[in-house]
């Protein structure tokens, strides 16, 4: 791995552990610019922790974290925010009584990045000026990526996006990230919807009882059914 490569997002070894134990251990990967990795596995794997030790939510046990070969294991989560590294949590964390407008104004006050960030939901343009707490479910989820999208991250970390929403919305979402990532943004997509997860992503990371069972290319476990249920079985 080139941990010193630009933007590039390296971790080596990490373990983190939260109370007596770890709970994922010896974590090895390397999200590169314009890349998406999938992060798929059954529910209580350790993968919402994985990103927390990342985006400085929790601190990790051992192991390194580097960020274009710039050491960020023992960064506050203030000080990689400001690096570019976003945190897209579980739950749709908004603002509800604020607009949409306003919402997007929290990450960025600059309006040619928020007229950017919209070109990518077309659906909030005539939702602007509506408090978000008035959207559905799918217009939030869509408000909490375009707020991420507009503090112009290097990397994004996003957790459960399907989680609560209807099928049709998800799916709506996913080529988004696809096309964001594209604009050279490195993408770490947990996802218990691991087929479509897989299906826009170029790696893959397994993640079963707290221990990597597969580091990869995404497609082989598109190819091969039983390589994927192997990695889930650990």
């Given amino acids: 791995m080139n941990s010193g490569a630009p933007d590039t997002l390296v971790l080596d070894d990490l373990t983190v552990s939260r109370g007596i134990g770890p709970v994922i251990s010896h974590v090895s990967l390397a999200v590169a610019p314009g890349s998406i990795t999938a992060v798929v596995g059954p529910n209580g794997a350790g993968k919402t922790s994985l990103l927390e030790s990342i985006s400085g939510v929790i601190q990790a046990r051992s192991g390194t974290a ?20 976003v945190h897209v949590e579980q739950g749709r964390a908004i603002f ?10 929290v990450a960025s006050r600059d309006r040619a990045t928020i007229d950017r960030t919209l070109e990518y939901f077309p659906e909030l343009e005539k939702r602007l000026d509506a408090p978000t707490a008035l959207l559905s479910g799918g217009e939030q989820q869509m408000v909490v990526l375009a707020r991420a999208f507009a503090a112009r991250p ?68 598109l190819d091969e059914p039983e390589t994927l249920r192997k990695a889930y079985l650990g």
């Fill in 66 to 85: 580097t960020f274009g070969g710039a050491d960020i294991t023992r960064l506050s989560r203030r000080k990689r925010a400001k690096l570019g590294i």
């Fill in 154 to 221: 290097k990397v994004l970390l996003i957790d459960e996006m399907s989680l609560g929403l209807a099928p049709v919305v998800f799916l709506r979402l996913l080529p988004v990230v696809q096309e964001f990532a594209a604009t050279g943004v490195g993408v770490l997509l947990v996802e218990q919807f691991a087929q479509l997860a897989l299906g826009i992503s170029s790696d893959a990371l397994v993640i079963t009882s707290g221990h990597v069972t597969y580091s990869g290319a995404a497609a082989r476990l």
């Fill in 96 to 105: 509800p009584s604020l607009t949409v407008r306003e919402n997007l104004q």
